[in-house]
């Protein structure tokens, strides 16, 4: 079993859609998450960070966590054409914050 | 931007040969951080520094040395370089935000050893 698991899409959705990315993870010792974006050929790009239960938002962008169930999420509301990239959920583990495991990704595409 | 620059940012190499990778950051950054990103795998950590001459190993650490002579330099290398190290390789940086610790990308260097 993997550590982190991402489905590694193509999720497509239509702009103006939200899209629903999603992970889960295997270390209940876990203490922080994060969501980076990446576009082909580019560097990860950090976009999100989350380490309590519950949602975070940032602008079009919600971060959701669930420790119990070992799952965390990203919503985009409003996609947008220039939001079609991979997107990289990580997770730090029990090991310590040093240590960052990532999932392999989710491909979003957003269809104009 | 966190101040990362790679060098170099392409190279092509021959099996066994050595080669190695710079990593050079601005900010006086303490933990420096190599991956290695290949499709199907994601990123993996290879090797991370926690300070001037301080290194410990990440998962994929077999055939890869680094060394930190000084805060803003981070080196990997290649010490014979084989086809199964070819891959795209990024330099990252931890940096304490809203009192988390956050990694930072450099644009990495793509290797291709023939």
């Known amino acids: 079993q993997k550590e982190v698991e991402q489905n590694s899409g193509p999720l497509s959705v239509p702009e103006g859609a939200i899209a629903s990315l999603n992970c889960t993870y295997s270390?209940?010792?876990?203490?922080?998450f994060f969501w980076y974006r990446q576009y082909s050929g580019k560097s990860p790009e950090l976009i999100m960070f989350i380490y309590s239960n519950g949602d975070k938002e940032d602008g079009r962008f919600t971060a959701q966590l669930n420790k119990a169930s070992q799952y965390v999420s990203l919503l985009i509301r409003d996609s947008q054409p220039s939001d079609s990239a991979t997107y990289l959920c990580a997770v730090t583990g029990s090991g310590g914050y040093q240590k960052v495991t990532f999932g392999t990704g989710t491909k979003l595409q957003v269809i104009p | 931007d966190a101040g990362i620059t790679q060098s170099p940012r392409h190279k092509v190499t021959e099996t066994g040969t050595p080669v190695t990778l710079r990593c050079h950051q601005t900010?006086?950054?303490?933990?420096m951080y190599w991956y290695r990103q290949d499709p199907g795998h994601g990123l993996r950590l290879i090797h991370y520094?926690?300070?001037?001459?301080?290194?410990d190993k990440g998962e994929v650490s077999d055939g890869y040395s680094v060394s930190r002579s000084k805060t803003e330099d981070f080196l990997l290398t290649l010490e014979s370089a084989t086809s199964s190290q070819t891959s795209v390789y990024f330099c990252?940086?931890?940096?304490?935000?809203?009192?988390?610790?956050?990694?930072?990308f450099g644009p990495g260097t793509r290797l291709l050893v023939l």
């Open positions: 990252a940086i931890s940096e304490s935000k809203a009192g988390e610790e956050t990694q930072y």
């Open positions: 520094s926690y300070g001037v001459k301080d290194t």
């Open positions: 900010e006086n950054h303490r933990y």
């Open positions: 270390d209940r010792g876990s203490q922080s």
